[in-house]
């Protein structure tokens, strides 16, 4: 894979995200405009059954105002992180690939309290089951723990995943990034990088050969010759060994 251009590395978005995102980020809109439409008796929904089936209503919500406070506040943070992944991607700011992971701690966290709550409190989660039916609160509460629970595995793993995939290319959403003109011209700075290594080995050997050389004399003229990279004798001209 190729790591040092933009335009031949896979995807600055990787697939997945280029569907997931979007909708997460149409998703939490939704659920920010619903809770508030709902919070302020604009329109009836989860919220109001939600509070409803606990004896409670929006204008008071007792013990579940936190619960919907977080609830809330979730949701928008969730639009503003989605946001913010969405834009540096497509712009290639490095605040980008941290966005997604970010975005996938927030939904592990966020799954687990939700989770963690509705155990400490399973009546609240049965509002739509009938309360003489013990086989159906059961299943309705088991299924909602198994849909939290799965969501928890999803957000670890997607969030090891975009850690991973992005890592090798951060290099690549640096804010000095400068695009190669083209796989030749790397290539040949490739070329030319190593072909200088192989220059300063190849002078490296000659010095080690001029230091273990021993000077020998010419058969022809007597003459000392000391220059082991000569091939004929600089005095009469005969050709050396």
Known sequence: MK????????LKWNWFLKI???????????????????????????????????????????????????YSLMSCLSAVIVFYACVGLWKWKEYGPKAVCLRFVVGFIESLIVMIYMMKNPSYILFSVDASDAFFQNLAFNICIAMYVAMIIYSFIQATLNFVYYRKRMALFDLYYVQPQSDTAYSTSQNVESSSKMEDTQVLSTEITNEQFEPYYCTECGEKITDPNITFCPNCGKKLK
């Open 3 to 10: 790591y040092y251009d933009r335009k031949n590395t896979p």
């Open 20 to 70: 997931t995102l979007p909708f997460l980020l149409i998703s939490s809109l939704f659920h920010i405009v619903s809770v508030f439409q709902q919070l302020f008796g604009l329109k009836t929904g989860n919220l109001n059954d939600f509070l409803a089936s606990a004896g409670y209503s929006v204008n008071h919500m007792g013990p579940l105002f936190w619960p919907v406070i977080f």
